[in-house]
């Protein structure tokens, strides 16, 4: 059986009704990166940015996985963990809602706090402010549980493991344009892997795909995974 690596991004998550980043209308458009997804931004403004991380935080919190978060589920559940990884840079919980029981969170979880102080982690509260405390070390230094520009996404020793074992290296819904995860498909196809894209339009790496299939994820990714299933 192929060893399967999914690179997931915000477009897999914009039929469950969360915005995406940079299309139009999209997070980047309404909020500065630089105040809301930076640490200096943090630093600057700890208020301002946990506001848009509770917004976010509601808002994910009444979103349903869609037909290709279950497809992805199902694909998982039929040939396991090792064989079909799941990394994201998503920071919401619909592949998990969506039945996949493991997933890679390389950007972070929205319902997740981090002590900038100690490192210690915890489920978020609906609600964070700059002055709660960490339930460990009790430093008023709790963040969301997020990676921002500037700081090292998680997992990544094990991604680029799994990147080099892949067989075939598939990315779903995202535009490209964000480090580290914008050079996966060339990580991949250096030890090998086959190469897929499924997005809604060409995005800014296209051209490092070996196949590219254009519409929306909810329509690809079933068809996709029923095509694996049943061959
Ligand atoms: C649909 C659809 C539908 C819509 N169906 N499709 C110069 C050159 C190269 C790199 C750098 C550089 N200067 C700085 C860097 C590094 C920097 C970077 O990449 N900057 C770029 C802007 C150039 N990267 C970093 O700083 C990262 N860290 C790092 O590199 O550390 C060094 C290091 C790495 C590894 C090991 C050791 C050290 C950290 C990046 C953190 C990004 N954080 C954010 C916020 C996370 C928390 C939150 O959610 O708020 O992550 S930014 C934002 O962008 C978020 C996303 O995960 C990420 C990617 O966005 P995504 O998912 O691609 O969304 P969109 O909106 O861009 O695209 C959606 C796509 O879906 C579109 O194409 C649509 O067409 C499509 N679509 N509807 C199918 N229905």
Redesign the pocket.
Known sequence: MKRIVLL?????S??SGL?????EG???SQHR?ED??TPEGFARDPALVHG??NA?RAQARWARPNP?HKALGRLQQAWGPETVQIV????DSLHEAGGASRVWH???Q?DRALCADCGHRWDAPSEMAPDDHCPRCRAPATR?D????????YH?VLIWEMLRDADLFVS???????????AFAQDAARTGAQTLE????R??ISDNFDNTRL??????VPAWVDDLLGG
Do not use: C
């Not at 997931?8 to 897999?12: D, K, V």
């Not at 915005?19 to 299309?23: A, I």
């Not at 994201?88 to 920071?91: E, L």
């Not at 519409?215 to 690809?220: F, N």
């Open positions: 997931t991004g915000a477009g897999i914009a039929e915005g995406t980043f940079r299309d999209g997070l980047w990166i809301v997804a848009f991380y976010r290709a994201t840079q998503n920071v390389m950007h972070g929205l969301p997020v990676v921002w520009f500037g700081e090292i996404p990544m779903i819904g995202t535009s490209g344009n964000v480090y580290p995860a914008a499924l997005n809604l339009e995005s800014a519409g929306k994820a909810s329509d690809l």
